[in-house]
């Protein structure tokens, strides 16, 4: 089931909604708690750990629910029509900074972080379980993931090369040339919560849903859950979720306070996020090549190995920027092929699913399985809050101890290579090979026409 380029163009759109606001809150909210809004560190790191475990109730549900909706427009595409404004409000609110206590702070930052978490499942979920019934070819989902992930990386390539200047920009106005940051980081978010929703509905004009769950399928929530935890393809690529999002949590978070800390220049960070961007969007055409050469199973343990490596370098190249630039591009450009392998795997595993158990859900697949991602990236995020506070992190303090200052580098580095590393492990479990794929996707299609 082949796709037209305007459709892939149109679905890849949605995930540059999706990095306009969510970049923000990976690359910024962290800091801006601390730095800005004035909670410690181990604050923000309780509302990150608390907003993650908010997930674990949310995304199954939502996954459920999305399972469960019949609407002239699908069952996904209906919540990219009506998430996205909620979405875009509730992030603005997120980086808004009333003025109360220590506690009406921590309350708010709170509330606000998990009611954003929720709008963000109601409109994300369904969008990822969307590309899984666009077409029932692997190959198609490959160059599906592709187009998405360029987008993607190109919504991140925006904000992490333009958000500060905004922020000064922004926070400049009204302020008699000194600069609000506060409201500088509100009227940012503002700005791309508009784009957000003006893509969602694009993606939610230009898409169809082919592919249906078998006629005869019950809605019990039970068998779901019984059938989702008996696929052990479903099991590897949870685990492979929760380990690397770990990783991506911790340095994301990390990195600002790298280059205000360590390399003692906060702009800085934008070089490199945009460099490593920049590394990602080139290297992405390659998944599909190589996906369809060897395999996505090694493409995705060859990609964990190497692209581990280099994160871990960085430790290695100490204050040289140049060097720093170059393994962060490097390992970027060895991570990239992975990244929409791991989401075309998924969709796989939905119709696997269906064919093993004659029972396909698809929005409790995808829902639960970034359920753990975003466990992953809970425990990366409150991990390093909490290991900012073991090493005696000062904000804003011009010297930082020696403790937090080689905790600051080792979450840059080490400690996130080392994770990525590991999924290899995980990934050699993996039991859906090219030949399987075949049989499978030949047996569904005889089922459906009968």
Same mark, same amino acid.
């Given at each position: 089931m082949k796709l037209s380029i305007k459709e892939k163009f149109g679905y890849s759109l949605g995930d540059t909604a999706s990095h306009f606001v969510w970049d923000?809150?990976?690359?910024?909210?962290?800091? =801006?708690?601390?730095? /800005?809004?004035?909670?410690?560190?181990?604050?923000?790191?309780? *509302?990150? =750990?608390?907003?993650? /475990?908010?997930?674990?109730?949310?995304?199954?549900?939502?996954? *459920?629910i999305s399972d469960r909706t019949s609407s002239r427009w699908g069952k996904f595409r209906p919540y990219l029509l009506f998430g996205s404004v909620p979405y875009a409000i509730l992030a603005v609110l997120a980086f808004t900074t009333p003025e109360f206590g220590v506690n009406g702070k921590f309350i708010y930052a709170l509330i606000t972080c998990l009611l954003l978490r929720t709008a963000y499942a109601f409109v994300n979920l369904p969008y990822s379980s969307l590309g899984a019934v666009m077409t029932n070819d692997s190959s198609e989902r490959a160059g599906l993931n592709t187009y998405r992930f360029i987008a993607a990386y190109i919504g991140q390539f925006i904000v992490t090369g333009a958000a500060l200047y905004l922020v000064k920009f922004f926070g400049a106005i009204g302020n008699a040339g000194a600069v609000n940051q506060a409201q500088g980081y509100q009227w940012t978010v503002a700005l791309f919560g508009v784009l957000s929703i003006i893509f969602f509905l694009i993606t939610f004009a230009t898409t169809r849903e082919r592919v249906e769950a078998p006629k005869q399928q019950d809605k019990n929530v039970i068998k779901d859950f019984k059938y989702l935890f008996m696929n052990k393809a479903w099991l590897v690529l949870t685990g492979v979720g929760i380990v690397s999002f770990i990783m991506f949590a911790m340095q994301n978070a990390a990195v600002a306070y790298y280059f205000k800390y360590f390399i003692h220049n906060a702009e800085n960070v934008q070089l490199f996020n945009v460099l490593g961007t920049v590394a990602l969007i080139v290297a992405l055409p390659a998944s599909k090549p190589l996906a369809k050469r060897f395999g996505n199973k090694a493409v995705y343990i060859a990609s964990s190995v190497v692209s581990g490596i280099f994160f871990a370098l960085i430790f290695v190249a100490g204050d040289n920027l140049p060097l720093v630039y170059v393994f962060n591009i490097l390992a970027k450009m060895a991570y990239a092929p992975a990244v929409p392998l791991l989401w075309t795997m998924l969709a796989d595993v939905a119709d696997y699913g269906e064919w093993k158990f004659n029972r396909r859900t698809t929005g409790l697949t995808f829902s639960a399985s970034v359920l753990a991602q975003k466990l992953g990236w809970a425990i990366g995020a409150a991990a390093a809050g909490w290991l900012l506070s073991v090493g005696q992190f000062v904000a804003n303090a011009e010297v930082q101890t020696e403790n937090a200052m080689t905790i600051i580098r080792?979450?840059?580095?080490?400690?996130?290579?080392?994770?990525?590393?590991?999924?290899?492990?995980?990934?050699?479990?993996?039991?859906?090979?090219?030949?399987?794929?075949e049989q499978m996707k030949k047996e569904l299609e005889e089922r459906n026409r009968d």
């Open positions: 923000l809150v990976g690359f910024w909210l962290l800091i =801006f708690y601390t730095d /800005i809004y004035g909670l410690s560190p181990a604050m923000a790191g309780v *509302i990150m =750990f608390v907003g993650s /475990i908010w997930d674990a109730v949310m995304d199954p549900v939502v996954g *459920i080792l979450l840059v580095s080490v400690i996130p290579g080392v994770l990525y590393a590991s999924c290899a492990i995980v990934m050699a479990f993996y039991n859906l090979d090219p030949k399987t794929m």
